[in-house]
């Protein structure tokens, strides 16, 4: 689980998105780039949907956060900066489908060190949920997973749910995911390529992985 960055959610399994506010708190500081910063973005609301417009559907994802209030806020953040817009499920397995590699190497190389404190697990990793993945303590930057099993065993090992899809479980399930387990386990795709490459890497290498047209909040 805490061997390599993009195994960071197989380890102890398979070896691994408007509220209302006053104006005073309309705006508050999140997480950004090292050397940047903090964008301004509206406050995140306790309750929201996000919805990601794949290249197989749409799959909505009730957010909650109280879940995971650090991660929820920069996981809205990404959003609203439209980090996540063609960024590709490049780690799809029975038992996860991992994203949050974007397809610019700058932008990679600049959220990547924007490392999030922990979030206390107060919900248990059930299938259908969503989830940063992460490297050890407070290491949480960009990358997600949906469960697509009941995955307790990771409610300890400090991977926090942040929501649950709750249409479109369809379309995740459908993913493709004909190119297996991700490099070097797997004859999949290389995730320290992805970050230095970007998706011109996987556009010549792996071209039939789906990915995310467009990320919103609704």
């Not at 509220?19 to 705006?27: I, Q």
């Not at 206390?120 to 407070?138: D, E, M």
Request: proline share 6%; glycine share 10%; aromatic share 10%.
């Amino acid at each position: 689980m805490r061997n390599n960055w993009w195994l960071a959610v197989s380890a102890a399994v398979s070896l691994a998105l408007g509220g209302c506010s006053s104006p005073d708190d309309s705006k508050k500081e999140l997480p950004g780039p090292k050397g940047t910063p903090a964008p301004k973005v509206e406050k995140t609301p306790d309750v929201f949907q996000a919805v990601f417009d794949t290249s197989k559907g749409k799959v909505a994802i009730e957010v909650h956060r109280d879940w995971a209030p650090i991660g929820v806020d920069h996981f809205y953040s990404l959003i609203q900066t439209g980090f996540y817009d063609g960024s590709r499920f490049f780690r799809v397995t029975r038992n996860y489908v991992q994203f949050g590699i974007g397809g610019d190497p700058q932008t990679n190389a600049l959220w990547s060190t924007a490392r999030l404190p922990d979030d206390k697990v107060k919900q248990s990793n059930v299938k259908g949920t969503l989830t940063f993945a992460h490297l050890g303590a407070n290491s949480r930057t960009t990358q997600l997973f949906f469960n697509l099993k009941n995955n307790k065993d990771l409610d300890k090992q400090g991977f926090a749910p942040l929501g649950k899809v709750t249409a479109g479980m369809e379309v995740v399930e459908s993913l493709y995911s004909a190119y297996g387990e991700v490099a070097p386990r797997g004859q999949g795709p290389d995730p320290s390529k992805i970050e230095v490459q970007g998706n011109g890497y996987l556009e010549l290498k792996f071209p039939r992985l789906d990915y995310i047209k467009k990320a919103a909040i609704q």
